[in-house]
């Protein structure tokens, strides 16, 4: 009988400790990139983070964020930092920026030294957006024609990152 007991108990514990494991992974899994640390664009701009503040939001609303970049020398002349939402078909939503939101820095004009700035950010989506995962993207191109010109100094811009991902949800 006390081998039939702890056997039982034994079971028992296993049965206990593999759900637990299942619901630990299962929030791991489903959580959504909370933060983005750390994406270099050329030698003199890197995204630091970015934070949505939050990771679901139904159609027309805006994606708000944070994000913090550090840009150790001026950006060429008409070039933006763009964020747009997408899924695997469309661009749904799209911000440009030219300057520093909570400065009004143009990105231009950053200082000798360069600089450290932390931004907050909103995107505006459409009210007919259907429900899915969207991914929020950011890169830096010239704000003119949206072309590679090593002239302009564009070519170190060509790269395109995913920030994190956001749920629109009736």
Not at 27 to 33: K, S, T
Not at 35 to 42: K, L, M, P, T
Not at 57 to 72: E, N
Not at 122 to 145: A, H, K, L, Q, W
């Amino acid at each position: 009988m006390t081998n039939l007991h702890h056997d039982y108990r034994l079971t028992q514990t296993i049965a206990i400790v593999s759900l637990l494991a299942v619901i630990w992974l299962s929030i791991q899994i489903n959580r959504p990139a909370e933060q983005f640390h750390y994406a270099n664009f050329g030698t003199h701009a890197q995204l630091v983070s970015a934070t949505p503040t939050a990771t679901k939001i139904k159609p027309g609303q805006p994606i708000r964020f944070t994000v913090k970049w550090w840009l150790s020398a001026p950006l060429p002349e008409n070039h933006n930092i763009s964020y747009y939402v997408r899924n695997h078909e469309h661009e749904l939503g799209r911000l440009d920026t030219n300057s520093i939101k909570s400065t009004a820095i143009k990105y231009t004009d950053i200082p000798a030294g360069g600089i450290l700035f932390t931004d907050e950010l909103e995107i505006p989506t459409r009210r007919n957006m259907p429900p899915g995962i969207y991914e929020v993207v950011t890169f830096i191109f010239p704000s003119d024609d949206f072309k590679i010109n090593p002239a302009r100094g564009s070519a170190i811009y060509e790269v395109q990152r995913t920030i994190f991902n956001i749920e629109v949800h009736l």
